[in-house]
């Protein structure tokens, strides 16, 4: 259950460029209620004829669903083989286009970061930049994420500009 | 049911530098698993001794459930009352501390910025600060939401800088 382990592509393992594709998820109807009642009650989210009147113009999805969804996406495509050692944070998210009851999502992650930790030689740090889209290929969000990825062999000598 | 209703707060109605305390949630082990079944299947979120073993050291919530139940608070101390047109996106979320079983997470939004669109004069933009803290007054998580805001005269000049 450990998820480092050593089956698990480790941060040696991973590449600047790679692109990594991922699965698709349609959201229904149900789902982008259920998500909103619990975090994000707004009409708009809730209602299909409040929405119809908002500047979405039907029920569209929490973006913070399409957030949630896409990490989950990257869970099933890369990191649930990947020894992560946990999430640091995430910067520049963007929504570019809602998405609305019915919209099939799917999109890719490129590798844009791999710094070493200079404080923890073990990690690496690697930088994630999410390209989300709907099924006419329009983009609806990105976002970039920063996670820590265990090193297979600390002791190597950290070479490029190390993280903090 | 239209969240653009005139009893609600429109942008001319907002400050810069205003602090919206918010209310708190206990998050325990069950919405834990239950977030992460869904959205962050990984080890340390899902099962206590597989996260006894990892960095975190015990049964820690998805940082992103962190960043969902922190929108949800929002909404009860602020967005349900304003005339919210929907999130534009957020930057520099950080992770500062997990959330572990059992934490209460609070804290606050301050009103950093506040900009009229340009190109969309009936739109105000306004940026909020989040610092989420745990039981302890620890900074847990930061994130900075851009939120667009309809003004109640879109026809008042636009003074400042604007957005696009």
Chains 1, 2 share one sequence.
Do not use: C, Y
């Not at 991973?14 to 149900?30: N, Q, R, S, Y």
């Amino acid at each position: 259950m450990n998820p480092v382990t050593a089956d698990r592509r480790h941060f040696e393992d991973l590449a600047m460029g790679e692109v990594i594709p991922f699965g698709k998820v349609t959201v229904t109807k149900d789902m982008i209620i259920e998500f909103a009642r619990e975090f994000d009650p707004f009409p708009f989210h809730l209602d299909e004829e409040a929405a119809k009147k908002s500047l979405l113009g039907g029920l569209a999805s929490s973006g913070w669903q399409t957030a949630a969804l896409s990490l989950r996406m990257l869970g099933d495509a890369f990191l649930n083989n990947v020894a992560s050692m946990g999430g640091l944070g995430f910067s520049d998210l963007k929504w570019k286009k809602p998405v609305m009851k019915g919209d099939t999502i799917t999109g890719s992650a490129t590798i844009s970061g791999l710094r070493r930790s200079k404080s923890h030689p073990e990690r690496g740090i690697v930088t994630l930049d999410f390209d989300i889209r709907n099924q006419r290929d329009e983009p609806v969000m990105s976002i970039r994420l920063a996670n820590l990825v265990a090193l297979r062999d600390p002791t190597a000598p950290i070479t490029g500009e190390p993280a903090e």
